[in-house]
């Protein structure tokens, strides 16, 4: 009986705890959002106003008329002018689903092979795998500059794009999940005389799958969010991702933060509602590949 | 083995960049036009899409040439130019002061010599400390300026009156003494509390204000006469340091910048502001111009000295053309700069920009009237006459300035004045060498 | 992760493996060559030189003299050791904070888990500039929310310059960092503790275990393998502060948030150093594999 009461109480307690986080971590985004639509004279308020008196949206006018872009450019096909901060959300989906697809594909394959394959220089592969996965990108800022300079990337949302995939982390996970495969259904497969690519596309990808989508989940945010590669690497405005677009929009002596908040919810809502949308297969695509870890 | 993963390697580089060349001849299609790139920082409203294109379309049906415009912030603009010229991409045209043009990128190598746009009636016409600091020692040019102003302060004055320290400014003149402002610190801090001003320093943004205040109250310099080394560790400027740093209502704050600073003096939290010129006296984004955004009357005025008589730091923007190589391009920039320097048009570029002309006559226009009309812009003119030296073309100037505000951190942090100040400095003048 | 090896193998065999193995890599590779390795050697290379950003002047041999300044350079220093501590405060925090909501909300009501899980979550979508610009303003020393409201219950009676203050602007970073990262940890300890096996924790119950006994006897080692993916990708997030120092405080007061990261960009592209920043950012690099192979090795051992 007094297990019970005791533990009653601490569930009271830790939901109370959880409510105060709960709206500690909610805030910001509640901020951004009212704060879209607030006046200015209520956004520059030396006391903070909770809600707006009266709901505004030329804060996003002034977003949409300060920059213009085209729609999209392939080649020399460009779409319609659009306010620039569409065009950054256009670019910064584009950058990060790319990013997403070909960080998959390649280190599914790549991971698999580690796992399941003995071959020569595997160890040393791995080392450096291992070493370079949490390497933060400012350590090769200079040389990388450099680099996409001369392969004629630089001002390309490529130049963003390939340094992503090409952080080892995502081999890394995908070999850890590709040990879980178990050897006999492979050998089984070689025996049936299945190819090497038709044995890792039918075999080998269903199994890892769980895998595959929980490093989705993190290159999307991931690389949604690298603020730093975006910021060195595009320059022209109409090569802008939405975050580095808010960051730019602030002027030497006025920061207009009903932009800059116009701006932050143009860029968090998309997302938000995706993650809203899929959660489950959100959470689901994490949570099982960690199990096997 | 070992071979075997070499030449796997040496295929994967090779494929690499294979990969990539494909995609880099993408973009050639050749222009039939000559197209030049143009990076403006917001000055003004250069820093505005709107007006900038009526600008350069009016430039583009008179001569065929195409500009395309980038918008800089001054938050990362420079690290924006810097990682372009690293990656070898910068663009033709940038438009900024002699800091950044000459002293900067025209040190570094990185600039066009202007010399043959200026010819013996353009020296005559240029105002001749404007232009002396678009000009190195030995004879390169390599920014043709447009606009100048005066960087002063602004007060709130209806707050001075509130605390009765209005008696402390005189308000015709814009003048007033460095004892006037400590007293008037003191006065706002008995009647307002702690936030009268703030020596803001969380990066080099607006830093001309906490230059110039700190340089005037005793008359201190930042650099040597002839522009070769840093002064500012002289016994005037550190017993100004102290002296702000030990008055009641004067906070040390490293979390905000110049722009900070003027969105806490409009929003009535700060009664002065070190970070102040016209085109802040003329802004209208949240009231009217000249009042803050409670309604609150909004002064200009020049910094405080001993006489009164201040050295106001200047500031000077203009063009200049970064070198890469292409001689078409360099033509059609330079016919870019004269355009909007030097000719019928200087006018509507001025305008833009909200500032002064450095010139009264450009390509045979008089332009000496072109702010004849706005009421603040002539008032302002009285600030004109304490415009000092430009020192900002001192070699190592993006070392030195990033000195300064690191070095009002450590003050604000509690280290020791003068310890501080030496340190600081030493690393400076280890940059001017 | 245990496979058996087959010792045995014939070496036509060993080289048809090898050379499919190659094929399998051979995507990743390009990139991990091209845009990671490369970039590195570089980076190597660069660091033994006097390099700067100038059209004038050709870059100088100068040995390790780089090296040798960093070494005396009190600056680096701090930035290391800050960087050292964000890593070590935040990664255990962040693990141990999500285990503790995961295992208070994972019973709950459907809807009310997955209110919990996504509120945890949102910060992470929102972006670290949003998020950041929104930050910014709650710390402000004059009309910030904290002080705000702390001033309001009384608590404090002068405002805090929470960035302002070499004392505070460390840890409120670190804050940040700790909102933006605790939304995957949770998720995963979420499903982690809904997947161990009933059974078992009933059994340990049965012969007399309290909650916290069957915790550590039962749980605890079961959603060991999500713990250390949690350590690695918080680790990882933990080195991508770059973004907030950069808009919030750009290393200061006084170097109070002074990261390698950050100053390696300051050194590039305020100083113009490009040697000098080479240098630093091969350190971290060293730095960062030895605590990433590390990391490896516990998980191993375990």
Request: charged letters at 15%; hydrophobic letters at 50%.
């Amino acid at each position: 009986m007094r297990t019970r009461k005791n533990k009653g109480a601490y569930y009271v307690v830790s939901l109370i705890i959880l409510i105060i986080l709960a709206l500690l971590f909610l805030f910001p985004l509640y901020w951004i959002v009212t704060g879209a639509f607030k006046t200015g004279a209520e956004i520059n308020s030396v006391t903070p106003v909770w809600w707006p008196t009266e709901w505004v949206t030329n804060n996003f006018e002034k977003l949409f008329s300060k920059r213009s872009a085209p729609l999209f450019e392939i080649g020399s096909l460009t779409g319609p002018v659009v306010p620039g901060a569409i065009r950054w959300l256009v670019n910064t989906v584009f950058m990060a689903v790319v990013a997403m697809v070909l960080t998959c594909i390649t280190a599914s394959m790549a991971g698999y092979a580690l796992a399941k394959k003995r071959f020569t220089g595997r160890h040393i592969l791995f080392t450096l795998i291992v070493c370079a996965m949490a390497l933060p990108k400012q350590v090769i800022l200079i040389p990388l500059i450099r680099e996409m300079s001369t392969l004629g990337l630089y001002d390309k949302i490529w130049a963003v794009i390939f340094p992503t995939v090409g952080w080892p982390f995502g081999v890394f996970l995908m070999k850890q999940f590709s040990e879980g495969v178990p050897g006999e259904i492979l050998e089984a497969a070689r025996i049936d005389g299945a190819s090497e690519a038709r044995t890792f596309s039918s075999i080998v990808v269903p199994i890892i799958k769980p895998g595959i989508g929980a490093l989705a989940i993190f290159t999307f945010i991931n690389s949604w969010n690298d603020y730093f590669m975006q910021l060195i690497m595009l320059s022209s405005s109409s090569k802008l991702t939405i975050s580095l677009g808010i960051a730019t929009m602030q002027a030497e002596n006025s920061t207009d933060f009903g932009i800059i908040m116009a701006g932050a919810a143009l860029a968090a809502l998309p997302i938000i509602i995706v993650f809203l949308i899929f959660q489950k297969y959100f959470t689901q695509g994490i949570t099982m590949g960690a199990v096997k870890g | 083995m070992k071979k075997l993963l070499a030449v796997l390697l040496a295929l994967a580089m090779v494929l690499s960049l294979a990969a990539c060349g494909t995609k880099k001849e993408e973009p050639a299609p050749v222009a039939e036009p000559t197209s030049i790139t143009l990076w403006t920082y917001p000055i003004g409203n250069w820093g505005d899409e709107a007006s900038v294109k009526a600008l350069t379309d009016a430039f583009t049906a008179e001569t065929g040439v195409v500009v395309n415009v980038e918008y800089l912030s001054y938050t990362d603009g420079d690290d924006k130019v810097n990682t372009a010229l690293t990656a070898n991409q910068a663009p033709d045209l940038i438009m900024e002061g002699p800091e950044r043009l000459v002293a900067n990128w025209g040190a570094a190598g990185y600039m066009v010599d202007l010399s043959d746009l200026v010819d013996a009636e353009d020296r005559a016409q240029l105002n001749p400390a404007a232009f002396a600091a678009c000009e190195t020692a030995d004879g390169k040019v390599y920014e043709y300026p447009l606009v100048m102003t005066a960087h002063c302060m602004g007060i709130n004055y209806d707050a001075f009156v509130e605390a009765g320290a209005d008696q402390y400014v005189d308000i015709e003149n814009h003048t007033w003494t460095t004892e006037g402002f400590f007293k008037a610190v003191e006065a706002l801090n008995a009647k307002f509390g702690d936030n009268v001003a703030a020596v803001y320093c969380g990066g080099q943004g607006g830093d001309q204000g906490t230059r110039a205040i700190v340089n005037n109250l005793y008359g201190g310099t930042f650099t040597s006469a002839d522009h070769t080394s840093y002064t500012w560790d002289s016994a005037e400027n550190v017993k100004a340091i102290s002296e702000l740093y030990n008055t009641k209502g004067i906070t040390f704050d490293p979390a905000i910048v110049g722009g900070d600073e003027i969105n806490l003096f409009r929003q009535g939290v700060l009664k002065m502001a070190f970070c102040w010129n016209i085109a802040q006296q003329l802004n209208t984004d949240n009231n009217d111009a000249g009042l803050t955004n409670d309604g609150q009357r909004i002064e200009f005025m020049s910094f405080p000295s001993e006489t009164g008589a201040s050295q106001l730091c200047g500031g000077i923007w203009g063009f200049g053309i970064f070198n890469n190589g292409d001689e078409a391009k360099i033509a059609a920039a330079k016919q870019f700069i004269t355009y909007m320097c030097d000719s019928a048009h200087t006018a509507e570029a001025v305008k833009t920009a909200n500032y002064f002309a450095v010139r009264s006559t450009a390509g045979g226009t008089d332009i000496s009237n072109v702010w004849a009309d706005n009421e603040i812009m002539n008032e302002y003119n009285v600030l004109m006459q304490y415009l000092g030296d430009y020192y900002q073309v001192t070699k190592g100037w993006a070392a030195a300035r990033t000195a300064w505000w690191n070095m009002l951190q450590a003050v604000g942090a509690g280290t020791d004045v003068q310890t501080a100040v030496s340190q600081f400095a030493a690393e400076a003048n280890a940059a001017a060498k | 992760m245990k496979q058996t090896n087959k010792p045995s193998m014939s070496r036509v065999l060993r080289r048809r493996e090898t050379f499919s193995a190659y094929l399998f890599l051979l995507p990743s590779l390009i990139f991990f060559i091209g845009f990671v390795i490369i970039p590195m050697v570089l980076c190597l290379y660069t660091s033994f030189f006097d390099s700067k950003l100038n059209a004038n002047t050709p870059d100088v041999f100068v040995g390790f003299a780089n090296y040798v300044e960093l070494w005396r350079d009190p600056v680096f220093k701090k930035a290391l050791v800050n960087t050292l501590v964000i890593v070590v405060v935040s990664v255990p925090t962040v693990a141990a904070f999500s285990l503790w909501v995961a295992s208070a909300i994972y019973k709950m009501k459907d809807w009310m888990l997955s209110a919990f899980r996504c509120i945890f979550y949102l910060p992470v979508v929102t972006g670290s500039v949003a998020v950041t610009v929104v930050w910014k303003w709650m710390y402000n020393n004059y009309y910030g929310i904290f002080n705000y409201v702390l001033k309001g219950v009384g608590a404090i009676d002068n405002n805090i310059n929470w960035l302002g203050n070499p004392s505070t602007a460390l840890w409120c970073i670190i804050i940040i960092l700790f909102t933006t990262s605790v939304g995957q940890p949770i998720v995963l300890y979420v499903s982690a503790l809904g997947n161990v096996d009933a059974s078992l924790v009933e059994a340990a119950n049965v012969d007399g275990a309290n909650n916290l006994q069957s915790f550590w006897k039962v749980k605890w080692p079961s959603i060991m393998p999500t713990t250390l993916y949690i350590i690695v990708i918080t680790t990882i997030n933990s080195f991508q502060c770059f973004a907030l120092i950069q808009l919030l405080t750009s290393g200061g007061p006084n170097n109070a948030t002074q990261t390698v990261m950050y100053y390696i960009y300051y050194t590039a592209f305020k100083l113009y150093r490009f040697g000098y920043g080479n240098a630093m950012g091969i350190i971290l690099a060293i730095f960062i594999a030895v605590l990433s192979a590390f990391q490896f090795w516990l998980a191993k051992e375990k």
